[in-house]
């Protein structure tokens, strides 16, 4: 290649007044068109810039597109969705290994620690020759499970009395349709916590010796558990009235071939599962109200309709300074109908109807000063409402930046975030009002940044109005900043729906709540379930050493 050669400028002491204008005005126009050369390229820059952006924002939505489509041919071919976004992992990194001066017991070697439960002994001989000394014994402490099939026939004594009645001797307690409490403590303990279907439990009783069939299984798991849904029932009412604060969730159910749902509703020391046709408010209302079925229009009816925004004039039609309680629903029907209130217009009533099972929540005392924490589902959005900050990060995750200055901010938005929920968990074990202010302060400053970045700036300006919510925690410290409690409940159902599948009947569909419920709670209460379903059953020696599960939890509240 050969080398351009630049002109020969002389100098310019040299040149002539009339060559040094013409010089300097070439220069000018040399420089001019270099100045609209680079606008030029900068223009092009820019145009490619944009083109770039409009690329990346286009391929993101390929490829949401593409995983909408391979969720639809999983749900088609009956197999699992791939969760769309990765777990934020705030919970795990804002931890810290040593919470309030306690640090996790290391596992100990060594004997176990039933050496004292020993229940037989039995010396083994040595075979020693003659002049040998005896040296005491060398302990071995076995464990073993002892399983073994009894049919029992019980002659029952019939008598007739001198006017002709017949007494026959009762059986013992437990027995239900020729089957003892201990096979129907067996068949709960592992269809409940074990997670072992009708079908797998079926072929272990056969195999073990116990004649009987499937459909005999499932009437041994579903039906005459009065006594366990009563209890169940009444941990529901306790966990409601004592305890400071509620996690709440819910999860897809099949349910007689249809699609249910099921709300799980959980403090520190109870769990309940409740699965119905419907997630709305008005059902999670209802489940609140626990076995009441009245209706109450009280104060706490008319301020719940004052939220809702319902038509003052309709209101006053009601509001009779005095709370009015009915007994059930056609009553209260009945009144509103009386008061001028179309009922069969669901958009119309559905607000009076959640108000009159608020007002009757609030007159049986449950739910009481109690925080109600959620994933900000509408539904659950009622009472002292509190915010899961762990869905509240997850929206971030949910945001799709385009450029790399978009993806910037939101890395610095989620770091900020992320150290501002470490700040309120350290809030929570050390609470004080100085640390509140600054608190406060600090999510108005995290919340009010402006980054250019439009979907960025309107999730901030959403969550700044949900403030109070989210700060719940201020002033009420011992509220949860999450529902992972909630989420951790709900596994144990999932797994289960995800082996046994559905339920068909309605005993079915109660025996798998209330089983499933009254099994976390033990767990929370530190007792085995095994030992409560032998109390519960009046199985020998486990019998009446359990007290009322609704008792320990008002106790420990």
Known sequence: M???????????????LKALRELVTGLVARADRADIRIEKLEAENHKLSDENDQLRIENTRLKVDNQLLR???ARLKNLPPRPPFRPSGMEQATGDKTVAGKEKPASRRGPK??????????????????????KGYKDCVVRDLVMRVEVVRYRREC?????????????????????????????????????VTTQRLTTLLNDVGVEISKRQVIRVLTERLDGFHAEDAAVLH??????PFVTVDDTGARH???????????????????????????????LLRGNYQDYVLNDAAFTFLEDRQVDPALLARLNTREPRRFANQVPFLAYLAEHGIDIFDRDIIRPFAEAGIWGAIRHHGLVGNAVIVSDDAGQFRVGTHALCWV??????????????????????????IWLFYKALKDFSR?????????LEVRFDRIFSIRTGYGDLDKLLSRLKRRKSELLRVLERPETPLHTNASERDLRGFVIKRKISGGTVSRNGRQARDSMLGLMKTCQKLGLSFWHYLGDRLGIGVDHHLIPPLPSMIAARA
């Not at 620690?113 to 005896?134: H, Y």
């Open 71 to 73: 969720d639809e041919i």
């Open 430 to 438: 050390s609470p004080s009002r100085r640390a509140a202010q600054g």
């Open 391 to 416: 869905h509240t990060e997850r929206l971030l995750h949910k945001l799709m930046p385009a450029t790399p200055r978009q993806v910037k901010h939101v890395e610095t938005l989620r770091e900020l």
């Open 2 to 16: 050969t080398k351009r050669r630049l002109p020969m400028v002389e100098h310019a002491d040299t040149l002539s």
């Open 256 to 286: 007689a071939n249809r699609n249910f749902h099921t709300t799980h509703i959980g403090g520190e020391h109870f769990t309940v599962f409740r699965t119905g046709p419907s997630k709305s408010r008005l059902n999670f209302l209802a």
């Open 113 to 134: 620690g039933d050496t004292g439960k020993v229940t037989r002994e039995e010396v083994l001989p040595a075979s020693v020759p003659p002049g040998s000394r005896f």
């Open 159 to 195: 008598w007739v009395t001198p006017d002709g009645r017949t007494i026959i001797a009762p059986l013992p307690a437990g027995i239900r349709a020729g089957y003892g409490a201990n096979l129907r403590r067996f068949c709960l303990m592992l269809h409940a916590h074990g997670q």
């Open 238 to 243: 306790a966990g409601l009235v004592s305890a």
